[in-house]
């Protein structure tokens, strides 16, 4: 098959969300020419979604905030399994790295000296979020996409990459489709940076968008590299729970940061039975504690527990719901019209408020919302060095959401947008100082032709299994036995299945021509999500015990032993393998650190 | 359950028709929803964008009975029971297939905008502003880029002046700059000359559709105006300039 479109560059940028965008920057920055190349239009991609906030330790609320309390909270968020480096790095630079955005046209909320404002959040010691709003990620995404245009990034925008290529054990470039036409691209280039995001729509309720199909992490499995920490899925615990067609769309953080309260059906506000024990004493222990610091009052009262990390109140929900507890559609109340006024609200969550009122018919200024969990981030992904950014493929390196490694087995609100900003720059200008040093490989006519031809097979088909089924099938395995409470043999199960549905993809059959097809975009969005799904089952099926985000009924209490090793997925001979890995251990001051506070 | 009927447009610019289809409604479901149904169980080539579904995004932008809507924020139950739905692609837009249209124009028209020029910083750590300075801004910052306001545009809409006239989405992001506080730089010559601004002739319909209530035509397009108008034919300040200059 004849790839007659081919381009070149330094640095080929695979996403082109905020950790690709930031990532282009710094390669361009640093003399490099960059290719970039994202699914959807430009400024689409899933951070755009962002609403709470971008966290770093500026210290304008709070002057005692600084990097060393950031590091810890994130440590301690993590749950033992983040790499101290990388939550050093995050800690130290975001900063700079968000006020570097107002140099290039984004404007965040102030606080009254002309500052940047920040918000409160779940996990965080101090308000820490900067933010607009809670459109934080719109802002985000149109300040970096716009200073890359302006840079000279060249953009290749509805353009989908199904492989990366390597020869002699490097990677030397990426094949793609084009959405609109179907006709194939090849990019060469010298270093390649993965920035796909995330890995959410593998389940049936899910606050990602077609996007999130993990299709870096597969990408990269493919081209020899390792995968870490995948069994570590975060379940929200605030999704909408109905009506049905949005089950699953996030309810930001931030109505529990600005004073919204869980009740179950008995009117119970529940949340102050299920403080954990590592966490005791930091929370507030009566309904009117709780109140004052609403009101404001912070340095005498303790914060919500409402405000717990968020696996603990994920898990908090479901059991209210088991318990039978729960709201008429399943969830449980989440209510801010008691704490707040209209106005209020309107002007700190105006698109929550639109959101409720336009698609649930539910004015959230006088009645509560229904919630519950809804699958929304992946803290496991592509293996990384934690400075470089640099997988273990030379010349592929990992950032964003489809690196793991900053946040072990639970991210805190807000770590994820500054991550993208801090880990873009490095992948980014790591890549392009590599790419000094490198030549451009040509790339085997052969194994060109049987990539393309292997995605074509299934309009050579007739009468097949229409993808679209096959993706609700899977969607409904993820979420019935490797959703937010797992066990052994229902883990077991969902293995066969989707070795099962692997073998069925080529049952399935397309119909019509390549331009703009979701059918055939789903049947080759279907072979990620399956590399995907196997390795977090696999991941999940290792740790027997419960951490962070995930959660064993089988070993409902934490090993000691577990939190001392990540567990790491390779490929070798075809089939996929599973390794314990110890976690790097910081030094002694570092260690002292999160253990007794700053 | 209830059975509704769309008519949903198939085909390219030039080769295209209104195919019926026939799918069960639940409660809540919004047009979108309704577009994915019919894909999953009738026509799995139907191609349409989508991103978000709640808004956020501006992905999903088409014509609902004609008028511009996000379709993942148009509710089935704002159509009365008998009412029949066609759902269409942006009609400003060259169409590349069934609801996908061709915006790579737009893309273009966003990259000649003269971009952000910030002042010097007025600390070691960055600006000093004050929230009612930066309101302006930030109100043209919630543009989500879903086009609505350009397929409305009968500039563009009507008479196809995409080269001539950057339209009302790019207006409202170069008010983005320029309301900025910080900002610097001059654009007035830009939006008097390769922008186009003359051809707005502030009917308001791009304001009416605007899903995230941007008064588009009131807070961007006429300060700007003023902008090109007081650069370009004050005559005191045309002479303060001049002065300046030597
Ligand atoms: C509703 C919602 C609200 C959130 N709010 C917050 C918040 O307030 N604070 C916070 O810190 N985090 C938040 N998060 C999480 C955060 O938004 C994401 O983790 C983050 O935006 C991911 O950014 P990214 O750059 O890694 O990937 P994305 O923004 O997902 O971008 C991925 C890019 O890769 C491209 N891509 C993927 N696969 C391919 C391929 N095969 N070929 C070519 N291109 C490809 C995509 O098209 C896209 O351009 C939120 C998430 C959601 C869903």
């Not at chain 1, 909270?73 to 700079?96: F, I, N, Q, V, Y």
């Not at chain 1, 299709?215 to 590299?225: C, E, H, N, T």
């Not at chain 1, 409402?306 to 039978?324: F, H, N, Y």
């Not at chain 1, 229902?490 to 049952?507: M, P, Q």
Request: proline share 4%.
């Amino acid at each position: 098959m004849e790839i007659s479109e081919r381009h070149e560059h330094d640095v080929l940028v695979i996403g082109a969300g905020g950790a690709g965008l930031r990532a282009a920057i710094a390669a361009i920055e640093a003399g490099a020419s960059v290719g970039l190349v994202g699914k959807s239009l430009l400024g689409k991609a899933h951070t755009v979604m962002a609403e709470g906030g971008m966290a770093a330790a500026l210290g304008n609320n709070r002057p005692e905030d600084n990097w060393q309390v950031h590091f810890r909270d994130t440590m301690r968020g993590g749950k033992g399994l983040c790499d101290w480096r990388m939550a050093r790095a995050h800690a130290r630079e975001s900063p700079d790295r968000v006020r570097e955005l107002e140099g290039w046209g984004a404007l965040f909320d102030r606080a009254e000296d002309g500052r940047m404002n920040q918000r409160p959040f779940g996990g965080h010691t101090y308000g820490r979020l900067a933010h607009v709003g809670d459109r934080t990620g719109l802002e985000m995404i149109r300040t970096l996409q716009d200073h890359a245009v302006h840079e000279g990034a060249d953009v290749f925008m509805e353009c989908t990459v199904f492989r990366l290529l390597v020869v002699d054990g490097r990677v030397a470039g990426a094949l793609a489709y084009w959405r609109p036409t179907g006709e194939f691209v090849l990019f060469r280039a010298r270093t390649v940076v993965l920035a796909t995001g995330g890995l959410g729509k593998a389940w049936k309720v899910t606050s990602n968008s077609w996007e999130c199909t993990g299709d870096g992490v597969a990408l990269a499995y493919d081209a020899g590299a390792e995968l870490m920490g995948m069994e570590f899925v975060q379940f929200h615990p605030t999704g909408m729970v109905w009506p049905p067609s949005v089950r699953g769309t996030l309810v930001t953080e931030g109505v529990r940061g600005e004073g919204g309260v869980l009740t179950n059906r008995d009117g119970e506000r529940f949340m102050f039975r299920y403080v954990p024990e590592m966490f005791e004493g930091d929370y507030a222990e009566s309904e009117e504690e709780a109140d004052r610091w609403v009101e404001g009052d912070r340095v005498a009262n303790r914060r919500p527990p409402e405000l717990l990390t968020r696996d603990v109140v994920a898990k908090a929900i479901v059991a209210e719901v088991e318990a039978g507890r729960g709201s008429p559609h399943g969830g449980v109340f989440l209510n801010i019209s008691e704490k707040r006024s209209p106005e209020y609200i309107k002007a700190k969550l105006p698109s929550m408020y639109h959101q409720f009122k336009e698609l649930a018919g539910v004015d959230i200024t006088t009645d509560a919302m229904e919630v519950g969990p809804t699958t929304h981030y992946a803290m496991g992904g592509v293996k990384v060095h934690p400075e470089t950014a640099a997988t273990c493929v030379p010349g592929l390196y990992a950032a964003g959401e489809v690196a793991a490694g900053l946040h072990g087995g639970n991210r805190l609100g807000g770590n994820s947008l500054s991550d993208l900003i801090v880990f873009g720059q490095r992948a980014g200008a790591a890549a392009a100082e590599e790419a000094r040093d490198v030549s451009l490989a040509e790339i085997p006519a052969s194994e060109l032709s049987g990539a393309a031809a292997g995605a074509m097979a299934p309009f050579a088909r007739e009468g097949g299994r229409n993808p679209f089924g096959l993706q609700e099938e899977l969607q409904q395995i993820m979420q019935d036995k490797v959703g937010i409470a797992r066990t052994d043999e229902a883990l077991r199960d969902a293995l066969e299945d989707v070795r099962r549905l692997r073998g069925a993809l080529d049952s399935c059959s397309v119909d019509g021509g390549r331009a703009f097809n979701p059918g055939w975009h789903t049947w080759l969005d279907l072979r990620v999500m399956l590399t995907v799904a196997e390795a977090v089952v696999l991941s999940a099926l290792e740790r027997r015990e419960s951490r962070g985000a995930h959660t064993r009924i089988d070993y409902p209490d934490s090993d000691a032993s577990l939190g001392r090793v990540n567990f790491v997925i390779r490929s070798s001979d075809g089939r996929m393998v599973t390794d314990a890995e110890p976690v790097s251990e910081p030094p002694a001051e570092l260690r002292q650190l999160i253990e007794e506070g700053v | 359950m209830a059975e509704r009927t769309f008519k949903v447009y198939r085909g390219s610019d030039d080769d295209g028709r209104l195919e019926s289809y026939t799918v069960e409604i639940d409660e809540g479901m919004v047009v979108l929803d309704a577009i994915h149904r019919i894909q999953a169980e009738h026509a799995p080539d139907l191609a349409v964008r989508w991103n978000c579904k709640a808004g956020k995004c501006g992905s999903c932008s088409c014509e609902v009975n004609g008028r511009p809507r996000l379709t993942c924020m148009t509710r089935l139950s704002d159509y009365g029971e008998g009412e029949p739905i066609t759902v269409t692609p942006m009609k400003a837009f060259p169409v590349i297939k069934d609801l996908v249209t061709d915006v790579s124009q737009a893309y273009r028209n966003n990259a000649s905008i003269p971009r952000f020029r910030p002042r010097p910083r007025d600390a070691d750590d960055g600006w000093r502003m004050q929230q009612f300075e930066i309101d302006r801004a930030q109100e043209m910052r919630k543009c989500i880029e879903c086009f609505l306001c350009q397929d409305v545009c009968h500039v563009l809409r009507s008479h196809g002046k995409h080269e001539e006239f950057i339209g009302p989405t790019y207006l409202v992001r170069t008010a983005g700059y320029s309301l900025n506080p910080i900002d610097v730089e001059d654009r007035s010559e830009f939006l008097r000359d390769a922008a186009g601004i003359g051809y707005c002739n502030i009917t308001k319909c791009c304001t009416e559709v605007c899903p995230e209530h941007i008064t588009i035509t009131d807070n961007a397009i006429i300060p700007l105006k003023e902008r090109v108008v007081d650069r370009f034919y004050d005559p005191l300040k045309a002479l303060v300039r001049l002065v300046r200059r030597r």
